[in-house]
Each structure stands twice: as C-alpha cells, then as structure tokens.
T-cell receptor, first 111, second 113 residues
Framework: TQLLEQSPQFLSIQEGENLTVYCNSS?????LQWYRQEPGEGPVLLVT?????EVKKLKRLTFQFGDARKDSSLHITAAQPGDTGLYLC???????????FGQGTELSVKP | GAGVSQSPRYKVAKRGQDVALRCDPI?????LFWYQQALGQGPEFLTY????????KSGLPSDRFFAERPEGSVSTLKIQRTQQEDSAVYLC???????????FGPGTRLLVL
C-alpha cells in the first residue's frame, strides 16, 4: 500500500498543453515536496509546501498543498519538451528523516 | 565536493556475488540516506545515518543488505549473495540535518544476472 498515491502514472502531451499531476494520501503530512528526476540522475527538489492551502509558483509550474495537508498538486502551463521527466511527490514520515515518495508521474512532452 | 557522488555508476553482478556501493556526501552534511529505485517508480527508503549512527534501517529488505558510515562521512551499502530482485538503482542523498533538503547523487545502477 502506497502512503502517497500519484496520478496519472504516465502522461504524454504536445508542447503548449497544460497538465496537472496529483499526489494524494489518507495521512496528514507536515509538508510535501515535489522533485523532478531526469534519466541517469538523482531527483532534484523543485519546491516544498508547508502550510495547508498554500500555493507556490515556479515559472510555469504551480504547486498547491491541500487545506487538510493530505494532498498536493502540480500544474504545468504551456508544457515544453524540456519539462520531460519523472515528477515525484514526497513527504516525511513521522518526525524522523524517512522520506516517503509517491510512485512518480512519467511526463513526456512532444514538440 | 560540489555534490553527492556515487561509485560505481553501473555494476553488473552474477547471482550470489557480493557487491559494495559507495556514497560520498556533500562535505559537512550530517545526514545520509540510501534509497532503492525500481525502473519508472519512486525511490524507496532503505536506511538513514546521522553522522556515524544508523538511526533507521527499517527499509532494508533483508539481512543481506548492510550499510555503514564508520567515520560519519563516506558510506557503503553492501549487498551479500545478490539476487535478481536486487536489480535497481541505488540512490544516496545527504542533508545538513534530519528534515533539511536532501541532495541526491546520480545513483548506482545494479544489474544482477
């Protein structure tokens, strides 16, 4: 059983389209993080959301933390081929250093 | 160094062989983490060190997996008697503290034949 469920698992879109990736849990998290991972590399942190209802923007990427701090979303506007990669949400389990990841969303943006 | 480095980047092992994977964290980072990542999936937590102390090893899949960080810097993940299901990318990450931003290395891709 996954503590963090991501959807969709795969997404193939054309350049210029918009998309949203979801990260859901039945558990409350003190914060959630979004990472992007390219082939042959480790994940790179994009953003951390901490407050329920929080919205953060990073250029064409918009991240939202649910009011109850159980879910988060990533919205990309006008996707570009350079956005292609594996997008991962993650949260800390309990008070320790154990970071739990979702299954990931494999995004492919075709020119 | 500038980032987390891992070696080797690729390892092919015959079933039953022992392997050792090395992680060099960012200088001064107290916390070090190991993850296992199957193809197209998210990383799964294996174990975590604070300095030389292994604080959580709940993710290690069996007693064939062993990790150490004897001097609180470089860490080694050892897998004894490798099995085909051990084939995965093994990621190392380091951070300044327990819930600080984790910086990941490029991973070691292990293939067990």
């Amino acid at each position: 059983t996954q503590l963090l469920e991501q959807s969709p698992q795969f997404l193939s879109i054309q350049e210029g389209e918009n998309l949203t990736v979801y990260c859901n849990s039945s558990s409350v998290f003190s914060s959630l993080q979004w990472y992007r991972q390219e082939p042959g590399e480790g994940p790179v942190l994009l953003v951390t959301v901490v407050t329920g209802g929080e919205v953060k923007k990073l250029k064409r990427l918009t991240f939202q933390f649910g009011d109850a701090r159980k879910d988060s979303s990533l919205h990309i506007t006008a996707a570009q081929p350079g956005d292609t990669g594996l997008y991962l949400c993650a949260g800390y389990y309990n008070q320790g250093g154990k970071l739990i990841f979702g299954q990931g969303t494999e995004l492919s943006v075709k020119p | 160094g500038a980032g987390v480095s891992q070696s080797p980047r690729y390892k092919v092992a015959k079933r039953g062989q022992d392997v050792a994977l090395r992680c060099d964290p960012i200088s001064g980072h107290v916390s070090l983490f190991w993850y296992q990542q199957a193809l197209g999936q998210g990383p799964e937590f294996l174990t975590y060190f604070q300095n030389e102390a292994q604080l959580d090893k709940s993710g290690l899949p069996s007693d064939r997996f062993f990790a150490e960080r004897p001097e609180g810097s470089v860490s080694t993940l050892k897998i004894q008697r490798t099995q085909q299901e051990d084939s995965a990318v093994y990621l190392c990450a380091s951070s300044r503290g327990q819930q600080e931003t984790q910086y990941f290395g490029p991973g070691t891709r292990l293939l067990v034949l």
